[in-house]
C-alpha cells in the first residue's frame, strides 16, 4: 500500500531563513505524482507544488521547490526566506493509483516562523 | 477562481443524530471528494465520487456515505453520529482526465462536535 511519511511533527525557523520539510513515499507505481498543500490556522488547504516522478527537474513555485530524490524516494519542501504568514501545517500527498486524482496524505509537519 | 464551499464551519451534534455535511464547486469539476483530518493522522478519504451519482469508498467509509445527485454537489451522511465521529470534514474537487494530474480544491473545512 502507498505511504506517505513526514517525521517532523514540527518545525521553527527565523523569519527570512530557509527551511526544509522532510517527505518520503512509498509506492511500487512506475508513473507517481506528489503534492504539497499548505494549511493555515483558518484551515483551508492551500495548493503549494507538484512534482510528476517523470519530470527532469525539481519543481519551483516562487519561494517553494521540490528538492526531489526519486532514489531515496523523498520529496523534501524547501521554503526560502520564510515570511512570518509561512506559519501552517504543511502535507505532503501523493497521488494514489487507480485514477480519479485521488490523494494519500501524510500526517503534516506544523511550521513556525518566529520574528 | 474555483470555489468549493461547505454548509457549516461549526457544527455540534448529538450522539445518535443523523448529520448531513454538504459541499458544493462552482468549477464543473468531475471528482470530489471527502477527508476528515485529524491531528497526527493527516487527511483519511471518506469517500470519493467521479460522476454523478457514481461514488466509491476511500480508507475509512464506516458509520458514513455519500450522495452525489448533482454534479456540483456532493454531500457526506453520518447516519447516526458518534463521538468518534468528531473530526474536521474537508472537502475538495478536481477535474479529471488530462493532464496527467489535477490539483485537488478544498473547501473551508467543517468541524464537527458529536457530544
Known amino acids: 500500500a502507498q505511504k506517505i511519511t513526514q517525521t517532523q511533527p514540527g518545525m521553527f525557523v527565523q523569519e527570512k531563513e530557509a527551511v526544509t520539510l522532510d517527505c518520503t513515499y512509498d509506492?511500487?507505481?512506475?508513473?507517481?505524482?506528489l503534492f504539497w498543500y499548505k494549511q493555515p490556522s483558518s484551515g483551508e488547504m492551500i495548493f503549494l507544488i507538484y512534482?510528476?516522478?517523470?519530470?527532469?527537474q525539481n519543481a519551483t513555485e516562487g519561494r517553494y521547490s521540490l528538492n526531489f530524490q526519486k532514489a531515496r524516494k523523498s520529496a523534501n519542501l524547501v521554503i526560502s526566506a520564510s515570511q512570518l504568514g509561512d506559519s501552517a501545517m504543511y502535507f505532503c500527498a501523493s497521488l494514489l493509483s487507480g485514477g480519479y486524482n485521488k490523494l494519500i496524505f501524510g500526517a503534516g509537519t506544523r511550521l513556525a516562523v518566529h520574528p | 477562481d474555483v470555489k468549493v464551499t461547505q454548509s457549516s464551519r461549526y457544527l455540534v451534534k448529538r450522539t445518535g443524530e443523523k448529520v448531513f455535511l454538504e459541499c458544493v464547486q462552482d468549477?464543473?469539476?468531475?471528482?470530489m471528494f471527502w477527508y476528515r483530518q485529524d491531528p497526527g493522522l493527516g487527511l483519511r478519504l471518506i469517500y470519493f465520487?467521479?460522476?454523478?451519482?457514481?461514488?466509491e469508498k476511500g480508507d475509512i467509509p464506516e458509520g458514513y456515505s455519500v450522495s452525489r445527485e448533482k454534479k456540483e454537489r456532493f454531500s457526506l451522511i453520518l447516519e447516526s453520529a458518534s463521538t468518534n465521529q468528531t473530526s474536521m470534514y474537508l472537502c475538495?474537487?478536481?477535474?479529471?482526465?488530462?493532464?496527467?494530474?489535477?490539483?485537488?480544491?478544498f473547501g473551508p473545512g467543517t468541524r464537527l462536535t458529536v457530544l
Open positions: 468549477m464543473d469539476h468531475e471528482n
Open positions: 509506492t511500487s507505481d512506475p508513473s507517481y505524482g
Open positions: 465520487s467521479y460522476d454523478v451519482k457514481m461514488k
Open positions: 475538495a474537487s478536481s477535474l479529471d482526465g488530462q493532464p496527467s494530474y489535477n490539483e485537488q480544491f
Open positions: 512534482q510528476g516522478s517523470y519530470d527532469q
